[in-house]
Structures are given as structure tokens and as C-alpha cells.
């Protein structure tokens, strides 16, 4: 499975205009969520350097809890940020993490961000308030066909136009990286 995503970082000024235009356009609201991410350094190989990611999801909304272990190949082609990703749901994420260290992965960073998560058609659409980041729209089309890839880059920008967000807005890092340019290693 592959995830096409676009992220763009949203001015403050712009964020409740953003968010109405969402509510205007017919997007349906699915949900909100607290999500804490702990991502994992390999003990071997540098993930920075392969272009990989290995995270510990902790995602709460309500009462309820999801623990997840997603595992992040390297970015496939130029627009938008592609990754293969592999995900499996573990019960204890203390537990998980204390596996994981045991085997050698060495904890990187932490990151929470607060998530309002709407959908339209084949896309998902979040807006996301990250701690010690800012705001974020993050448009993602899941696939399974690679060849698929370009028209989902292709709806993914023309919605994103639709909210006046154009490509000036793209932050093709991702928060893990803007998280360590801002602060050194644990």
C-alpha cells in the first residue's frame, strides 16, 4: 500500500479561514485525535540516511486507545511525500518500546500533535496543531497501484488549490525532520 501525501504548513492568520473552507467544501468530519509519536533510531543503519522511519503510536480519542507500530520505507518519486508503510496495532506501547531497546533501537524524538481528521471522495484530509511547530493541512490519497501514484499527486493539488493553499505552502519535510532540525538527538 502506498501513501500519497502533501503537506503544507498553514500561516496563523490562515488557519481558521483553511478550516471553514474545509466545513464549506463538503468535507466530512471524521474524527479528532491526540497523537504521541516516539520514533526509533535502527542500531545499525541510519534511518536519516535510508531515508526510513520506525515510530510507536500512541492515538487517543475519547476514551479510547490505539497503539501502533508503523514502520516507513523510503519517499517514492518528487511531489508529494510516497512511502510504503507498514503498520500493525501492539497493546502496550511502554512494553513495545522496551522490546525495541532491548534489541539495540534508541528512542530520537517525541512528537504530539492534536488532529482533526475530514474526508471527501478518495482523500483524507487533516489539520494538524503540532506542538512546538505550528499548524498543518496534510491531503492524503491511499493506494495500492503504484501506477496510481501521479493521479492521486494530481487530486491531492487540485483540492489543495480549491482551499487556496498553492505550492509556496509545501513543507516536504516531515515533522520528525523539523522536530531535529530544531533540537539535538536524546
Known amino acids: 500500500m502506498y501513501e500519497v501525501e502533501i503537506k503544507y504548513k498553514l500561516p496563523d492568520e490562515a488557519a481558521s479561514r483553511i478550516e471553514r473552507e474545509i466545513i464549506n467544501g463538503k468535507w466530512r468530519f471524521l474524527y479528532e485525535v491526540e497523537e504521541r509519536d516516539v520514533y526509533l533510531a535502527h542500531p545499525c543503519r541510519n534511518f536519516a540516511e535510508t531515508d526510513e522511519a520506525l515510530r510507536i503510536r500512541v492515538e487517543k480519542k475519547g476514551h479510547s486507545c490505539c497503539v501502533l507500530l508503523t514502520y516507513k520505507g523510503p519517499r517514492i518519486g518528487g511531489e508529494g511525500k510516497t512511502r510504503e508503510e507498514i503498520s500493525v496495532e501492539v497493546e502496550d506501547a511502554d512494553k513495545c518500546l522496551a522490546v525495541l531497546e532491548r534489541l539495540g533501537f534508541k528512542k530520537v524524538a517525541d512528537i504530539v500533535k492534536r488532529r482533526r481528521v475530514y474526508e471527501k471522495d478518495n482523500l483524507t484530509l487533516t489539520v494538524d496543531d503540532v506542538e512546538g511547530l505550528g499548524r498543518f493541512v496534510e491531503i492524503e490519497c491511499i493506494t495500492d497501484r503504484e501506477d496510481l501514484i501521479e493521479e492521486c499527486v494530481r487530486s491531492i ?23 531535529l532540525e530544531r533540537k539535538p538527538l536524546y
Open 157 to 179: 493539488k487540485n483540492v489543495a488549490l480549491e482551499l487556496g493553499l498553492d505550492d509556496s505552502l509545501i513543507e516536504r519535510r516531515t515533522y520528525l525532520e523539523l522536530v
